[in-house]
């Protein structure tokens, strides 16, 4: 269920493309705490990735950070730790395919 969750998350956030969204109300919205912990687990690390992948999106446009957006922002890049996330069980075992994706989105 959970997974479902966020994946309807991560859908809800790639059709909004981050217009009208309020950073420092995503940056404490439980669906965002839940996908930044679901990338520690195998089971919901997928959906996780792609919601914290178009989180990651929805803070940018054209490659510079959106004022509005700087409290996710913040919240994102210490969470989204390239070298913890590729020494993860799940990355280990599935070929990383998500973890290149996330690598994509904050480079």
């Known amino acids: 269920m959970r997974g479902q969750v966020l994946h309807a998350f991560a859908a ?3 059709l909004s493309a ?3 969204l309020d950073g420092p109300a995503l940056a404490s919205h439980p669906l965002t705490k ?3 912990e679901g990338l520690k687990s195998t089971d919901t690390f997928e959906d ?4 914290v ?3 990651v999106l929805c803070t940018s446009s054209r490659g510079s950070p959106e004022p509005q957006m700087m409290p996710l922002v913040q919240l994102l890049v210490p969470a989204v730790n ?6 993860a069980p799940q990355c280990l075992s599935d070929g990383s395919h998500n973890v290149c994706q996330l690598g994509l989105c904050i480079s």
Do not use: F, H, V, Y
């Open 12 to 14: 809800w956030l790639r």
């Open 18 to 20: 981050g217009a009208g």
């Open 34 to 36: 839940a996908a930044m």
């Open 48 to 51: 996780a990735s792609d919601a």
């Open 53 to 55: 992948c178009e989180l």
């Open 82 to 87: 390239m070298q913890q996330l590729c020494s």
